[in-house]
């Protein structure tokens, strides 16, 4: 299935378990610091360097960019490093997360509640990945280094769907 960004989000709906998603339009990049970056700015009442209303965000740092490339290596990180800020998506209004391996009970259920899409993409492609990216910039946390937020321009950018709207999760064996 081929998504375009921005997207209407009723197509989120037809999205399901182990669909394979060819992605177009904006990711944002954030790992652990970012988040918890961005959750101590919203408990202080401090705006947010990104709006991130409907947003896509990878979780993934990249390797160093070397020459006549747009980016580095850009692997996906263990989601599971990013559970503890499920609430934190709702409040963004996040669309979707992208990462690896499996989210923990509470954030599966928030993911469900809160209708967040989950999208897994393969640990060990991260050149192959790479080669989507069409654009990149730091934009946010540059202190931060590989960690810092990125504002990806992708065309064809694969990854599953392993939580749907629907709350169906690939590691539940689809349920």
Partial sequence: MIINYPLDKDKLKDIHVGDVIEFSGVIYTARDAAHMRIKNMLEKGEELPVDFNEAFIYYAGPTPTKPGHVIGSIGPTTSSRMDMFAPMMRQLNVCATIGKGPRD?????????????????????????????????????LDLGPESIKRLEVEGFKMICAIDYYGNNIFDGGK
């Fill in 105 to 141: 009970n509470a954030c599966t259920k928030y993911y469900q509640d809160n209708h967040i899409l989950y999208f897994i993409t393969t640990g060990g492609c991260g050149a192959l990945l790479s080669k989507a990216v069409k654009k990149a910039k730091e934009i946010a946390f």
